[in-house]
């Protein structure tokens, strides 16, 4: 069977390629992994005008094939067919920014000369006339000896027509002499793309740019800081505030759930395994749902208004007395969201030693599976009370957790670039696109790519180790006059763990959650909701988990508790894809050690200092 | 006419200047194939507009139709011309 035709789009960064790649597969996407290297890989179907399939594949965004990163080299490989898990493609859509045509061509001529059926997007046409720039398609695609189609591909303008010339192409047998493409110098290649982007304009009239006058204030010395640290505070705060609603109607829904499932099964081993065990343990961990998906909305809709780049550059400076670049801005901040994506994003970065700190500093930043914890902890020990306008003191608890991760990772990059990873650094290169209205759609699809991943984690992950967890709980039996998460097997692992972190503060309950919490951080929410719900018995039905929390944890411990998830590396996916990005165990293991140290003394400290205050 | 020849990192933000020459030796490799991947080249118009808030660094600056951010450690090696009016 001949495989469905591909089409590999490319393009420079910041060409609007994924949103045409969007508008034209909509949401029948796909993302992998490239094998052997993590650059993600974006496949989508469409159909052609006569009805047939045909693949898309959306290369990461390249300045040309001679790679300054593992992304541009995927790019330069899946076009010369060398790319191990992709065939070669039969055409090519290169994507180009009409308003930028100088520099967008030189990768484009580079394209051509791969000798593959091309068509080309002259994209942001709209954008282009905005800024006053008139354009004559027919002349370009003369010089260019391709297919040149006018788009927008946010309005999803002249997507027929790449798909009628990409089918036009498909199926007109052509020779390809792909891998051969003639090596002009950049230079050579950079003259030449000036010279027939000149061609192509036909009218020029200087306007006063958006872009510029929003920079002028948004890269101001003084507002610029200001309005970061503002959008930075509104993210924190949104988390918090604007998640209540569905979260509550979530716990609720979870809660009723496993009452009526509760009361419909008869008492045993299976009930029990099904209430205490799922609802308890999962059901803790959906609620968060929202809290994520609204930290990735934010994360997603500053990437692609262009103002996440501007936050880079405002933060290099600063950075570079951390040994960081402000390139490291983007992947530390997606770390917030999950260290996962984000250490994947240090790819990006091209001065190895500033990608390996970066790396090993990542975990520190408080990612959203801290979140269900540091929620939990934070709604059954702190009042909501507000100590200003708009401002309560649980988000401000929460604001203070996240400056205590960043604040961590800045001292951590700056004694390892003093340590173990010496040299190398000093610059920072970044294109500053143009600003954009957000396009929901994308955004749409992102967080839709997010939350899938997140259930699929809770369906697995979290249900299997949740599981595990309820059947170590539940055997054996306790007695009368017992607890039962004193005499269950993993009540005496518990005790083992609790005799290392006692002096920090930390109870047998909390000894009982670290363990299954290696998987991945909500599981500490999900174990501490499993085990309260055994002990608890079967009379009471399903309590609120802060409700349980507030009556059994001191403030101390609590407290010491928030500590320590700052630090801890509790997270296999993350070590693995340390692991994947370092290739070898050398930098994992680093990296695990030196934040269970850290997590431990913070911990100790908070606790200690706590105790104290008295407030043991 | 054209003025003196300065570094890229001394010009007056909103200067209008041309690149006379970039001392392709001064930089690594990879910040050599950036710059050109940017467009940086002998006798392209370069606008610098903002400097990073905190220590006057890095710099963006407008290279053909594209701004980039560079620091200036890169753009010392980039010399240009001021047209005189």
Redesign the interface.
């Known amino acids: 069977m001949n495989p469905v035709p591909l089409v590999a789009v490319a393009g420079n960064p910041n060409a609007g390629k994924s949103a045409l790649f969007n508008a034209l597969t909509g949401a029948r996407q796909k993302v992998g992994n490239y094998p052997g290297v993590t650059v993600e890989r974006h496949v989508g179907k469409a159909v052609l005008p006569d009805g047939s399939p045909v693949e898309l594949v959306d290369l990461p965004g390249a300045y040309g094939l001679d790679p300054t990163s593992p992304d541009e080299a995927v790019t330069r490989d899946v076009l010369l067919g060398r790319q191990k898990g992709e065939r070669l493609p039969q055409a090519l859509l290169i994507v180009v920014d009409a308003s930028n045509l100088d520099n967008h061509l030189r990768f484009t001529l580079q394209l051509i000369d791969l000798g593959l059926p091309t068509v080309v997007a002259l994209n942001m046409i709209d954008l282009a006339k905005r800024d006053g720039l008139e354009l004559d398609a027919r002349k370009l695609e003369e010089e260019l000896g391709v297919p040149v189609i006018e788009t927008v591909a946010v309005r999803k303008r002249g997507m027929a027509e790449v798909m009628g010339r990409l089918g036009a192409l498909l199926t007109q047998p052509r020779k390809i002499r792909a891998g051969e493409g003639p090596a002009s110098d950049l230079l050579t290649l950079q003259r030449r793309a000036r010279q027939i982007a000149m061609g192509a304009i036909v009218r020029e009239t200087p306007v006063r740019r958006i872009t510029h006058r929003l920079d002028g204030i948004l890269l101001h010395p003084f507002a610029g800081p200001i309005i970061l640290a503002a959008i930075m505070f509104l993210m924190f705060q949104a988390v918090f505030t604007w998640s209540v609603v569905p979260a509550d109607a979530l716990e609720a829904a979870t809660l009723a759930a496993g009452n009526w499932i509760g009361n419909a099964l008869p008492p045993g081993p299976l009930r029990s395994m099904i209430v205490d065990g799922l609802f308890a343990g999962v059901g803790a961990v959906i609620v968060f749902l929202p809290q994520i998906l609204i930290l990735f909305a934010f994360i997603l809709v500053l990437e692609s208004t262009g103002y996440m780049v501007r936050a880079a550059f405002i933060m290099d400076r600063l950075m570079s007395h951390a040994g960081l670049s402000g390139r490291a801005f983007i992947p530390l901040l997606s770390s917030f969201a999950c260290a996962v994506p984000g250490i994947m994003a240090t790819r990006t970065i091209d001065d190895p030693k500033d990608r390996l700190t970066t790396i090993l500093v990542a975990p520190l930043m408080t990612c959203s599976a801290r979140l269900p914890v540091y929620t939990l902890v934070i709604a059954a020990f702190i009042p909501a009370i507000t100590v200003g306008p708009g401002i309560g003191l649980q988000g401000l608890v929460l604001f203070g957790l996240y400056i205590a991760g960043i604040a961590g990772a800045l001292l951590a990059a700056l004694v390892l670039r003093r340590t173990v990873v010496r040299g190398g650094g000093g610059h920072f290169m970044m294109e500053l696109p143009k600003y954009q209205m957000p396009r929901l759609t994308d955004v749409a699809i992102g967080l839709w790519q997010r939350a899938a991943i997140f259930l699929k984690r809770a369906g697995t992950i979290i249900l299997a180790t949740t599981i595990v967890l309820w059947a170590l709980a539940s055997f054996p039996q306790a007695g009368p006059g017992e607890k039962q998460s004193d005499v269950s097997i993993a009540g005496h692992i518990a005790d083992g763990i609790h005799a290392v972190v006692a002096p920090i503060g930390f109870n047998k309950d909390i000894s009982l959650a670290l363990l299954p919490a290696m998987a991945a951080r909500e599981v500490a929410v999900a174990a501490i909701g499993t085990v309260y719900s055994l002990d608890a018995g079967n009379e009471q039905g399903l309590q609120t988990l802060e409700q349980r929390l507030s009556g059994r944890w001191s403030l101390a411990t609590a407290l010491a508790f928030l500590a320590w998830f700052v630090f801890a590396p509790q997270c296999i996916s993350t070590i693995a894809v340390t692991r994947r990005e370092t290739n070898g165990w050398r930098w994992p293991l680093f990296m695990v050690s030196y934040l269970f140290v850290l997590a431990y003394f913070a911990a100790g400290a908070t606790y200690w200092t706590a105790v104290a205050f008295g407030l043991g | 006419m054209t003025g003196p020849i300065i570094p890229l990192d001394q010009l007056k933000l909103g200067t209008r200047a041309r690149i006379a020459a970039i001392d392709w030796a001064a930089l690594?490799d990879?910040?050599a194939?950036?710059?050109?991947?940017?467009?940086f080249?002998e006798d392209v118009m370069v606008v610098p507009?903002?400097?990073?808030?905190?220590?006057r660094?890095?710099l963006?600056v407008r290279v053909?139709?594209?701004?980039?951010?560079?620091?200036k450690?890169?753009a010392r090696a980039i010399k240009v011309s001021t047209e005189a009016a």
């Open positions: 690594g990879s910040e194939n950036r710059l050109k991947h940017f467009g080249d507009l903002h400097l990073g808030p905190f220590g660094d890095p963006a053909g139709r594209m701004t980039v951010a560079i620091r450690a890169q």
